[in-house]
């Protein structure tokens, strides 16, 4: 796997020069890979109540069905790298829009439960590769002055993904015996969309450019923003591979760069045990258990993705103003004691209102904080020689942190209660908190370099 070594951004770039219009049509066609994202992660939390008595599943089985998907996206994350720099980004994600419209089918309406984890799992993979490629080509197809704001909706796209789960989940809800089934198919609605949308795009032209095809390159390029600006861009890409960088994997475990790849991991992990899956994978199951009627908990699940939508702006809009740290430690300690609220109205029975309540705040508290900040520090923190490598290992810490999050849930809550459980997680917020205050360093307004020197002190 190789890096690139940053070069100089052309200055001539100015948004006058630029197809505005164009570079917002292609990153919208893209972000709806995002889309697929949030809606085939979420999607399972109002089909799992339906799915359970159907194929007769315990609370191990039911941690696998939700779960089961996180593996997959290792493996999608794994290939995606590769196959991108052999296929081109615009093939491999017309792939990734296949899977999503054929696992939505598959998954929906798998007559036993192994093939419906199969199908679980090919849907993982579709989702890996896409959160992977996505964003890559979304960087590498915009100016540099559109860059961040193109790259930052896509994880919009992701939330509102989410938000458009949890509302075809109320709607679908009283479609009859096979509600549960048509809460997985309606995901081949969007990946349709998003397959028809591919063939809109060009190629990347990075992408081009490194398979040596000039011309084609030239002619996105001049859509993007004019002859001159193609002219110059070309010269720069050209520029960056003559000075690419092979990387090792052994240059993970050189000294000081171990504490940075230890940093970037537990970055990784924490992100996905403070508690938020529990709540993501699980909403109308834990509204149920706070009292409220199925159609109230579905409803209530709906709110949580409106409330995920919204945070989403506060945090892109604070997190260079505010700083990455500040966020992650007004995040951590707010959300230990939204979990500890949590545990003690669940162990008292509190009114399901109070449940609702907490629910939204840690919600809104994981968006506006750990969500947007953790691939923003992980981006920032590896030196270009081991970046790629880098971001490799936290990623597949993140999936696997993922599913033992969703997947010991239903254990966690049958075997020993969600008092207990909202305990362990408000524990792992406090932990985190602890790590963040001593291991990582603010990273606002310092060049890559700086970070650097900072970590490896």
Not at 158 to 179: K, M, R
Not at 201 to 212: F, T, Y
């Amino acid at each position: 796997m190789a890096t690139l070594v940053p070069v100089s951004q052309d200055a001539s770039t100015t948004p006058a020069t630029v197809n505005n219009k164009y570079v917002y049509k292609v990153c919208a066609i893209t972000a709806l890979g995002g889309v697929m994202f949030g809606f085939d992660l979420v999607t399972i939390s109002g089909a799992i109540q339906f799915l359970a008595p159907h194929f007769r599943l315990g609370d191990f089985e039911i941690g696998w069905a939700v779960g089961s998907i996180n593996l997959g996206c290792i493996a999608g994350a794994l290939l995606a790298g590769k196959l991108s720099d052999s296929w081109g980004r615009k093939k491999l994600l017309i792939v990734c829009a296949v899977l999503f419209a054929i696992t939505g089918v598959g998954t929906g309406w798998a007559p036993d439960f192994k093939l419906f984890i199969s199908f679980r799992l090919l849907s993982g993979v579709a989702v890996g590769a896409a959160a992977l490629v996505c964003p890559m080509y979304t960087a590498e197809i915009s100016p540099a002055h559109l860059r961040g704001r193109m790259v930052s909706f896509y994880q919009l796209a992701i939330t509102l993904g989410i938000l458009l789960a949890y509302l075809t989940n109320y709607f679908l809800l009283n479609s009859g015996p096979d509600n549960w089934r048509w809460m997985f198919t309606a995901q081949s609605v969007p990946a349709i969309l998003f397959f028809a949308g591919l063939f809109l795009v060009a190629e990347s032209p990075r992408w081009l450019v490194g398979k040596k095809r000039i011309a084609e390159a030239r002619i996105v390029l001049s859509r993007i923003g004019g002859a001159e600006y193609a002219r110059q861009q070309l010269l720069i890409i050209s520029r960056s591979f003559k000075t690419e960088i092979k990387e090792r994997v052994a240059d993970l475990f050189d000294k000081g760069m171990r504490t940075i790849l230890i940093t970037g991991v537990f970055i990784a992990i924490f992100s996905q045990a403070v508690g938020q899956n529990s709540l993501f994978s699980y909403a109308p199951e834990i509204f149920r258990h706070a009292g409220m009627a199925e159609g109230s908990a579905f409803l209530q699940s709906l709110i949580i993705g409106v409330i995920n939508l919204l945070f989403t702006f506060f945090a892109i809009s604070m997190i260079d103003k505010v700083g990455r740290r500040t966020l992650l430690l007004v995040g951590t300690l707010s959300l230990f004691a939204i979990a500890l609220a949590l545990s003690t109205g669940f162990y008292f029975q509190w009114n399901g209102i109070w449940i609702l309540i907490f629910v939204l705040l840690f919600i809104a508290v994981y968006s506006a904080t750990i969500g947007p900040v953790t691939w923003v520090a992980l981006s920032e923190i590896f030196p270009n020689r081991i970046r790629g490598n880098a971001m490799a290992a936290c990623t597949f810490s993140l999936w696997l942190a993922n599913f033992f999050s969703t997947s010991s849930f239903p254990v966690l809550k049958s075997h020993w209660g969600l008092p207990f459980t909202f305990v362990m997680h408000g524990i792992i917020c406090l932990l985190y908190f602890l790590f963040v205050e001593r291991k990582v360093p603010e990273t606002k307004g310092k060049s890559l370099e700086d970070i650097e020197r900072l970590l490896m002190k």
